[in-house]
């Protein structure tokens, strides 16, 4: 079980409150298919994935990047219950669609870069070190089926 302080809950809760969930998970998403081109073999349906433009440009990578955000503001909801909010999540990447685990991981680096970017200086290395621990945690959750 993990122990939030209250400054990483409040934290936590205030970077979900600030960001805009359809810009934030497009450029996050974007940017992980686009620095980790190996990522794109589980999107074959999405179009044209060929280069930085067509990515960025994807309304299917628009879409698929807020459905991330989507299922991160679940976990902001449920702090506490974070493998369980995500159990079925993680049974279906790791049972259906073998997505390799370590990209969650790649993606949580990405969405770090975007929301950083968004929060400017109120990104501290507190406000980062929060934000750290939550994206460990939800990538631990996801990881949970695979072992």
């Known amino acids: 079980m993990v122990v939030w302080t209250d400054f990483e809950r409040t934290t936590i809760q205030d970077i979900f409150s600030k960001i805009d969930y359809a810009v934030v998970g497009q450029a996050a998403f974007s940017r992980c298919l686009i620095v980790y081109p190996w990522t794109q073999r589980y999107f074959g349906g999405f179009g044209n994935l060929y280069n ?13 990047g807020k459905v991330i955000m ?8 449920d702090m506490d219950n ?3 909010t995500y159990a ?14 370590d990209n969650f991981m790649l993606l949580g680096h990405c969405l770090t870069i975007v929301v950083a970017s968004q929060l400017s200086k109120a990104f501290t290395p ?6 750290q621990k939550f994206l460990a945690v939800v990538v631990s959750s996801l990881r949970k089926q695979y072992y």
């Open 88 to 101: 079925e999540l993680s049974a279906l990447h790791s049972e259906k669609l073998q997505v390799d685990p």
């Open 82 to 84: 974070i493998k369980a």
């Open 126 to 131: 507190e406000v980062h070190a929060a934000f």
């Open 70 to 77: 989507e299922a991160l503001e679940k976990a902001v909801k």
């Open 52 to 64: 930085a433009a067509a990515i960025t440009s994807n309304p299917r990578v628009a879409s698929h």
